[in-house]
C-alpha cells in the first residue's frame, strides 16, 4: 500500500526556519518525482515545489523560491524540505504527493506550518 | 506563469443532478490537465488526469473533457459523498498550477 506521512510541522515565528519531512512506503521511492502542496486555511490548494525521482531535478514556485529547497534521501525514502524566512502568508497546511507521470496520485494527510509571534 | 480559472465558484445541486464544472486555461495546455477532489480535513484525490483519463478506482460517473485552453470535469448523477470542492491543475509546464476551485454544496 502507497503511504505517504509528512512530519515536521508546527509554530514559528516570522523569519524562522522549519524542516519537513514526508516519509514515504509501498512503493520505489526513487523512481518517483514528488511534490509539495500547501494549503491555506479556508484557501485553495498552491503547488509549493517539485523534485525528480533521482534528485537531480528540482523546481520551485514563485513564491518560494530564494527561500525554500526540496530534496530527498532515497536510501531512507524520505523527502524534505527546508522553509526559511518564514512569513506569516506560509501558514498552511503542507501535503506531499507522488508524481507519476502528469498527475498527483496519492497524497499524504498533511502538517500544518503556523508561522506567527 | 499559467492561469486556471475555473467556474463556476460554487455550484448548488441535488443528489441525482448532473454536475458540470469549468475550467479554463491562460493558454493552452494541450490535454495537461488534472482534477482532484478534496473534502473537508481530508488531502485531495485524483480522479481525472490527462484531461479526460479516470484515475484508478474512480467511478465512471465521473468524466472529463476539453482541450487547449477550455476543460469540463462533469459528474453524471451526483451521489452524497460527491459533495465536495474541485480543483483543476496544469501540468504542462512549470509552475504548476491550480484553478481556485468550484466547491459542490447541497441544494
Known amino acids: 500500500?502507497?503511504?505517504?506521512?509528512?512530519?515536521?510541522?508546527?509554530?514559528?515565528?516570522?523569519?524562522?526556519?522549519?524542516?519537513?519531512?514526508?516519509?514515504?512506503?509501498?512503493?520505489?521511492?526513487?523512481?518517483?518525482?514528488?511534490?509539495?502542496?500547501?494549503?491555506?486555511?479556508?484557501?485553495?490548494?498552491?503547488?509549493?515545489?517539485?523534485?525528480?525521482?533521482?534528485?537531480?531535478?528540482?523546481?520551485?514556485?514563485?513564491?518560494?523560491?530564494?527561500?525554500?529547497?526540496?530534496?530527498?534521501?532515497?536510501?531512507?525514502?524520505?523527502?524534505?524540505?527546508?522553509?526559511?524566512?518564514?512569513?506569516?502568508?506560509?501558514?498552511?497546511?503542507?501535503?506531499?504527493?507522488?508524481?507519476?507521470?502528469?498527475?498527483?496520485?496519492y497524497w499524504g494527510q498533511g502538517t500544518l506550518v503556523t508561522v506567527s509571534s | 506563469e499559467i492561469v486556471l480559472t475555473q467556474s463556476p465558484a460554487t455550484l448548488s445541486l441535488s443528489p441525482g443532478e448532473r454536475a458540470t464544472l469549468s475550467c479554463w486555461a491562460s493558454q493552452s495546455i494541450s490535454s495537461y490537465l488534472a482534477w482532484y477532489q478534496q473534502k473537508p480535513g481530508q488531502a485531495p484525490r485524483l480522479l481525472i488526469y490527462d484531461a479526460f483519463i479516470r484515475a484508478t478506482g474512480i467511478p465512471a460517473r465521473f468524466s472529463g473533457s476539453g482541450s487547449g485552453t477550455d476543460f469540463t470535469l462533469t459528474i453524471s448523477s451526483l451521489e452524497p459523498e460527491d459533495f465536495a470542492v474541485y480543483y483543476c491543475q496544469q501540468r504542462i509546464s512549470w509552475p504548476l498550477t491550480f484553478g481556485g476551485g468550484t466547491k459542490v454544496e447541497i441544494k
Open chain 1, 1 to 105: 500500500e502507497v503511504q505517504l506521512l509528512e512530519s515536521g510541522g508546527g509554530l514559528v515565528q516570522p523569519g524562522g526556519s522549519l524542516r519537513l519531512s514526508c516519509a514515504a512506503s509501498g512503493f520505489t521511492f526513487s523512481t518517483y518525482d514528488i511534490s509539495w502542496v500547501r494549503q491555506a486555511p479556508g484557501k485553495g490548494l498552491e503547488w509549493v515545489s517539485a523534485i525528480s525521482g533521482s534528485g537531480a531535478d528540482t523546481h520551485y514556485a514563485d513564491s518560494v523560491k530564494g527561500r525554500f529547497t526540496i530534496s530527498r534521501d532515497n536510501s531512507k525514502n524520505t523527502l524534505y524540505l527546508q522553509m526559511n524566512s518564514l512569513r506569516a502568508q506560509d501558514t498552511a497546511v503542507y501535503y506531499c504527493a507522488r508524481e507519476p507521470s502528469r498527475r498527483a496520485d
